[in-house]
C-alpha cells in the first residue's frame, strides 16, 4: 500500500472568490495582518503496490485528468 | 511577510462521500487500485510580520475559529 497526497492549487492570476471571502471572513471576526488567502484542495490516496515511482507516475495521470483543471490548477505528488 | 500553508482533512471515522465519488470517478476513468480518497481542503495564507511562532499562534488560532470545524477536522499549520 502506498500513501500519497495531492495538493491542488489556482495557478497565479486567477482570481480566487472563495480566498477572498475568507479573507473578509477572517478580518470580520478580528484577525489582523492577513494580507492574501488562496484556498485549494487536498486529495489523500492509498494506491494498491510497492512502487512508489510507478505510484507517482500513476497518480499524476490521475490529476491530468480527473483531481485537477490544469487550465487554471497547479498540482504536486508527494509520496508519504 | 510570512507565508504559510494551512491543510485541513476530515478526521478518521468521518464519512466522506466527496472522497467517495472521486474514487467512483477514477475507477470510471479506468485507473486500478486506487484503494481509498479523502478529499481535504488547504489555504495558502500570507500573512503581516516577521515572527514565525508568533505566526503560527494567530494562523492556530484562525483555524479554531474559522478555517476548520474542529469537531469533524484536524488541521495543520506550517510556515514556509
Redesign the interface.
Known amino acids: ?1 502506498i500513501k500519497a497526497r495531492v ?1 491542488v ?1 489556482l495557478k497565479n492570476g486567477v482570481l480566487d472568490p472563495q ?1 477572498k471571502a ?1 479573507e473578509g ?2 478580518s470580520a ?1 478580528g ?1 489582523e ?17 510497492d512502487d512508489a515511482t510507478m505510484a507517482e507516475k ?1 497518480i499524476s ?2 490529476c491530468e ?3 485537477a483543471n490544469t487550465v487554471i490548477e497547479n498540482y504536486s505528488v508527494e509520496i508519504l
Open positions: 500500500m495538493t492549487t480566498g475568507i471572513g477572517l471576526l484577525f495582518g492577513v494580507d492574501s488567502v488562496r484556498q485549494g484542495k487536498v486529495f489523500d490516496l492509498t494506491v494498491e503496490g500513476s495521470k490521475m485528468k480527473l483531481l
